[in-house]
């Protein structure tokens, strides 16, 4: 009997994973059709009832036996104690005839309680009697056996071993299309522990690159000039090492990059490289160079090809820094897009500032009283284009001027916009007599369809003499041949005028141009490296770019170390003035040694001039909210084909933090060809 009802316990478990109790809605029963002294039935029950009482345990058994009237299923000790001393209590009969099965019921109930006490060890308490009459055993169904099923509850299927396969199989599959979804949603995701930081878009890794993510994983694309053989994989893992380096107590501000990291191929990524280059360079030098009590560590932000994700890019930096309030605010947005301003608002929402690189919009710092601009805007630019336009028109009496721009499509280009409005206004403000307007678009394969408005350009008469190109420098080498074969330019002396996006190219390192030799092109820079800055930043950025380099790998020289800035390396200016725009913030970011919020580093941006920077000296000191900013540094270049090579000269600039307009030389307007513009 006690192995049996260890084994009955043991096989009950209301508590088990398994959920066994919800699966037994009834105890196992014994049925004994006639239990007798000479069977062993009688001695069963007692022997049952014994162990109950004895171990005050219950076992999920239950015994139903059939006795027969003549068989006295008594204690083998007497129980009743003597008469006289047990206490009066009413006749059992009498009281189960006048209240029925019910009494018997809490008579039973009762001994269970008391039957166990040592002073009746010898009851039975465990058994309830049942009287059953001979009447009711004569009932006319007691001579046949009837068997109903067992009616089980919707409680039985569901906890059954088939539906519990099928739930752990739907399980499994929701599972495996949980973690499908996720990997498909975000950069690093999975059914436990998505980062939410970056998700994709279109194909495209973008938002902000914390934990594993890594957006320049495998890129090779490596830096123009000296700078070969560095690859954007390489000044990415760079920086990531310079965020481990900072210890988990050691003061720090966190600077957001946010611009194009990622395209389709990996020759577009050249601005983001070069961007995130100078972004390391500023941070390698404040965090080792100067050993700043207050670090510098560095999250880099996508927002894909031509920064046409910059929306979901500027959520994912806002979501970031409402987390981490060691967040002080973004560099770079570089790029002027329809939802550029969409995105600075959402950072402005999050209290960030934005320090941009080369984002010459001119209505963002009207609009935005987060907007910090280190370009000169589109209207600046123009204006400094003028000069030199007006001279060229004052030879060329009645002479025409006309506007080519690349129209906006899907890739929500709102530079080339701009460009072709302060242009227009540029060449009649110069005194070009104005032509009608012609636009052009990208094919399905990005190439840009310029023989239909070059056609009507060159088919005018008389044909324009000053054309402003307002497009992208990728769409430049097929203008210059559309003007050198089509009837009507070809051999013809035409002008271009242009933007600043043309300080992109790398014409001079085998990039395909061919300008004809009757054309001269006109275009800005943002960057006046040579106006303001020495010798020592460019050679300090080029040991320390050499250092990423692979052991045993060939290291080269800066061209010409008397001037440095015409390397490859940093022409293009996007590398100073990231480096420009990450030392202004992170010097804005400080008050002495303690690192300050994201609120005290926008209003300390509007404080403190910040000099002997690459570009000169840049500040925003005195400039209100909703204006324009002024000090802007910039350069006029003159790009010409010249013995079978492109040559480009700087003419004319000033460094940033001068307000001097450029001015005409003196003499007769156009007599000095070479001399076109300087400071006043």
């Not at 995701?189 to 914390?210: I, K, Q, W």
């Not at 072709?420 to 540029?426: F, H, L, Q, S, T």
């Not at 700087?650 to 007599?671: H, K």
Request: charged share 20%.
């Amino acid at each position: 009997m006690l192995a049996l009802l260890e084994d009955l316990r043991e096989n009950f478990r209301p508590r088990a994973l398994d959920l066994r109790r919800r699966k037994r809605t009834v105890p196992p029963v014994v049925y004994l059709p006639r239990a007798t002294e000479e069977d062993g039935g009688l001695l069963l029950l007692r022997t049952l009832s014994d162990v109950r009482s004895r171990r005050s345990e219950v076992d999920p058994l239950l015994v139903l036996a059939a006795v027969p009237a003549a068989e006295r299923l008594r204690p083998q000790v007497p129980a009743d104690p003597e008469p006289g001393t047990a206490p009066h209590r009413p006749d059992a009969d009498d009281e189960e005839g006048a209240y029925g099965a019910d009494a018997r019921y809490q008579r039973w109930v009762t001994n269970l309680n008391a039957g166990q006490s040592p002073g009746r060890a010898a009851t039975l308490p465990w058994i309830l009697y049942i009287p059953m009459p001979a009447d009711e055993l004569r009932h006319r169904h007691s001579a046949q056996h009837s068997t109903d099923r067992i009616r089980r509850t919707p409680a039985w299927v569901l906890w059954s071993r088939p539906c519990l396969a099928v739930v752990l199989a739907l399980g499994l599959a929701a599972g495996f299309l949980g973690n499908r979804y996720l990997a498909g949603r975000y950069c690093e995701g999975r059914l436990l522990g998505s980062n939410t930081d970056s998700g994709l878009y279109d194909g495209e890794c973008v938002g902000v690159a914390t934990g594993n993510v890594r957006l320049a994983q495998g890129n090779t694309l490596s830096l123009s000039g000296a700078g070969k053989g560095v690859t954007f994989d390489a000044v990415e893992r760079a920086i990531r090492a310079e965020n481990a380096a900072i210890g988990p107590r050691e003061a720090h501000v966190t600077i957001v990059y946010a611009g194009p990291v990622t395209a389709a191929r990996q020759a577009d990524t050249r601005k983001g490289l070069e961007e995130i280059t100078g972004v390391y360079l500023y941070q390698h030098y404040a965090n080792v160079s100067t050993d700043q009590p207050t670090k510098i560590k560095v999250l880099l932000a996508n927002a894909g090809e031509n920064m046409l994700h910059v929306l979901p890019m500027a959520r994912h930096i806002a979501d970031l820094a409402r987390r981490d309030r060691s967040v002080v605010g973004v560099v770079g947005m570089g790029r002027d897009t329809t939802e550029t301003e969409q995105a600075a608002r959402i950072l402005k929402g999050a209290g960030l500032p934005v320090v941009s690189t080369t984002n010459s919009g001119s209505h963002l710092a009207r609009r935005l009283s987060n907007w910090f601009g280190l370009a000169a805007t589109d209207e600046e630019e123009a204006n400094a284009l003028k000069v030199v336009a007006r001279q060229l028109a004052a030879r060329e009496k009645g002479a025409q001027g006309v506007v080519l721009s690349r129209s906006v499509g899907s890739e929500k280009d709102f530079y080339t916009t701009e460009q072709a409005r302060v242009g227009k206004r540029m060449l009649a403000e110069a005194g070009f007599a104005p032509a009608p307007s012609r636009t052009y678009r990208l094919s399905g394969e990005g190439e840009p369809e310029l023989t239909t408005p070059i056609g009507y350009i060159c088919g005018s008469r008389p044909v324009p003499k000053a054309l402003y190109f307002a497009g992208r420098v990728e769409d430049v080498p097929n203008l210059m041949s559309q003007l050198g074969s089509t009837p009507g330019c070809s051999g013809r002396g035409i002008t271009v005028f242009t933007g600043d996006d043309l300080t992109k190219s790398n014409y001079e390192e085998g990039e395909a141009l061919r300008i004809p030799d009757e054309v001269t092109l006109y275009h800005f820079a943002l960057a006046p490296m040579d106006l303001a800055a020495t010798t020592g930043f460019y050679i300090d950025a080029h040991r320390v770019l050499m250092d990423l380099l692979p052991a045993g790998a060939r290291r080269t020289a800066l061209t010409d170390p008397a001037r440095p800035w015409t390397d490859g390396l940093f022409s293009s200016g996007q590398t100073v003035l990231s480096y420009s725009a990450t030392a202004v913030l992170y010097r804005a970011a400080r008050n002495g040694d303690v690192p300050q919020t994201a609120a005290e580093t926008w209003a300390d941006l509007r404080w403190h001039p910040n000099p002997n920077l690459p570009v000169g000296t840049v500040g925003f000191a005195g400039s209100r909210p909703y204006a324009d900013q002024r000090g802007h540094g910039y350069e006029i270049v003159r790009v010409s084909y010249d013995g079978g090579e492109v040559r480009s000269v700087n003419v004319c600039g000033r460094p940033a933090g001068s307000d001097a307009p450029l001015t005409a030389p003196p003499g007769p307007a156009g007599a000095d060809p070479h001399t076109i513009c300087r400071l006043r």
